[in-house]
């Protein structure tokens, strides 16, 4: 076999091309021993963090199989065996679960912005016009000013005051409502979610839908809310394995569709004729009546605001869903635990009501100007929202760039998980975290001040940052008025043979395992105050 290394005839010039091969060798080993020597400097004073340590899984499925339905439970019982912070791998999505107040500083303070945008379910994406709403759009311009236009306008306190009188009336019907099953057993879940309900709708029109009172318009607004939780809470396997979604096998999106469809008519229908009302009135949007709607009002603030606050059609119709679906369900929810746990209490239940006879008199019926005073029912609430909150993993947060939180790598577009429930009953955090007592709440001294506002982090049941809840200002309102009301209006027992149930479902929001049935008795002393 012929070779030119073999090939005495070409001893000479074979020596040069020895010589420049070994030169060109040696030259190359340098380089490599140098890139190697500089790779791992850098790496020894940038070390790649690592991922958090989590289950296992199987392949492909990765712990999905091995999750029961109560997220909230099976997320706290895993923190105990990997930590704070771990990973969890569900289909091709990779989720962290943190479930400590420093972490969670980290997600909502520290890199607030980076955490800005919330998982984008299937569901949501439909119900929510692609995401041009609050609760699923993506962080950006448009969403800051959708936000700004709903936090310093709709949830303004000139805006609540002024549409108190439709509150009023909605919580009065509640009220003849309940005195006409007294001494019944009736089910405070789904007169609450009727109450919750009927006053948003009625602060979303005004008075412009009143017209319509003579057909089913309520029931039908109450199915759509409903029928939007339920597909928002539902797993969908498309979420999972997003190469899915084309089959929809669940038919989760066909009926997220149908549902758009029908909050589309009702919305166009509100809009066309608070539109052409107003046109009858003066020619402007302007209505003379003073019980305004959040719709008119916005649609108002598009006629005479600036740029920075004009919204599109679109937008309006987005954000009064968001309105419907986070605003409802999960005021009602609340409103059923606080009574459950007032009716596992009677000790605080008495409180609650010999301070509604000092501040109210059984004379009269509540008023929101009683609110200020009710400071036991104010502290019952807290502590309800602290061992119940409605979104016990608040919404998933998913970081815009890859990351380090506690020191682990979090990459981009994963689902990061806030375990509020688990932080709200960690004792460490907690004196004896699941007794009841109102009285952490009782601001005494007042330098103990804990709020709804996200401020302390160890008490979060409306999140924390750019993305908590910018309901609360309502949702404040709403439970407390109703409640005292419903509190004030009546005494409420358990039926003889019932026996409490304080279990919880995971869900959107998470709700009482079996309805809570209880039995009213007229507690006015003036019977015409309840029709
Ligand atoms: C007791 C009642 C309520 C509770 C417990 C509650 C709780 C929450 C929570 C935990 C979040 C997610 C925060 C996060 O991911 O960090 C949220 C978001 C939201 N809530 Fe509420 N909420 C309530 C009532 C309301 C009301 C009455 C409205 C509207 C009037 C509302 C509108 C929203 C919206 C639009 C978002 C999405 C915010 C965003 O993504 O930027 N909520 N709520």
Not at 13 to 22: E, F, N, Q, V, Y
Not at 126 to 153: E, Q
Not at 346 to 364: I, M, S, T
């Amino acid at each position: 076999m012929w070779s030119p290394w073999w090939d005495a005839s070409n001893i000479e010039k074979d020596g040069h091309l020895m010589m420049t091969r070994a030169i060109f060798l040696t030259i190359s080993a340098m380089a490599v021993a140098l890139f190697w020597f500089m790779w791992n400097w850098k790496s020894s004073k940038n070390p790649t963090p690592p991922l958090p340590s989590g289950p296992r899984g199987l392949p492909f499925l990765g712990s999905l199989p091995f999750l029961g339905p109560n997220l909230h439970r099976e997320f706290t019982n895993l923190a105990s065996v990997y930590g704070p912070i771990y990973k969890l791998q569900l289909g091709s999505k990779l989720c962290f679960v943190l479930s400590s107040p420093s972490l969670v500083k980290q997600v909502v303070r520290d890199q607030d912005t980076l955490f800005a945008n919330h998982d984008p379910i299937i569901a949501a994406q439909i119900i929510s016009y692609g995401g041009t709403d609050i609760a699923f759009g993506s962080y950006g311009p448009d969403w800051r000013r959708l936000r700004k236009v709903f936090v310093s306008h709709v949830m303004s306190k000139g805006n609540l005051d002024a549409c108190y009188a439709l509150r009023k009336e909605e919580v009065l019907k509640s009220i003849d409502h309940i005195y006409g099953k007294s001494d019944s057993p009736i089910d405070f879940g789904q007169v609450a979610f009727f109450t919750a309900v009927n006053t948003i709708m009625r602060m979303l029109w005004g008075g412009t839908l009143e017209a319509e009172k003579g057909t089913d318009l309520g029931a039908e607004l109450r199915n759509v809310v409903a029928e939007m939780v339920e597909l928002l809470g539902k797993g969908n396997i498309s979420d999972f394995f997003p190469w899915l979604a084309k089959f929809d096998v669940q038919g989760i999106a066909r009926r997220a569709k149908q549902v758009l469809s029908v909050t589309e008519k009702i919305l166009n229908s509100a809009i066309e004729k608070q539109m052409s009302e107003a046109a009858e009135q003066d020619g402007g949007l302007s209505l003379k009546h003073e019980r305004k709607g959040f719709l008119q009002f916005l649609l108002e603030l598009n006629e005479h605001g600036d740029d920075a606050e004009s919204l599109t059609l679109q937008q309006i119709k987005a954000l009064l869903t968001d309105i419907m679906a986070g605003g409802t369900d999960t005021t009602a929810t609340m409103m059923e635990w606080v009574m459950a746990e007032l009716m596992q209490q009677p000790d605080d239940l008495k409180k609650v009501q010999e301070e509604l006879k000092e501040v109210v008199g059984l004379k009269n019926l509540v008023e929101e100007s009683h609110i200020p005073k009710l400071h036991y029912l104010d502290a019952v609430i807290k502590e309800t929202s602290r061992l119940h909150p409605a979104l016990p993993l608040l919404a998933p947060h998913c970081p815009s760039q890859s990351t380090t939180i506690g020191g682990f790598k979090i990459p981009k577009g994963s689902s990061v998980f806030l375990n509020v429930w688990a932080i709200h009953r960690d004792p460490n955090v907690w004196d004896n975290p699941l007794e009841f007592r109102p009285k952490r709440f009782l601001n005494d001294p007042p330098t103990n001040n804990i709020h709804y506002n996200g401020n302390k982090l160890e008490y979060l049941p409306f999140g924390s940052g750019r993305r908590m809840c910018p309901g609360i200002p309502l949702a404040e309102r709403m439970m407390i008025y109703v409640l005292a009301s419903f509190l004030h209006s009546f005494e409420w027992r358990l039926p003889n043979d019932a026996k409490l149930d304080l279990q919880d479902k995971f869900g959107i929001v998470t709700k009482k395992m079996t309805p809570l049935v209880v039995i009213p008795t007229p507690r006015l002393s003036k019977l015409e105050l309840y029709t």
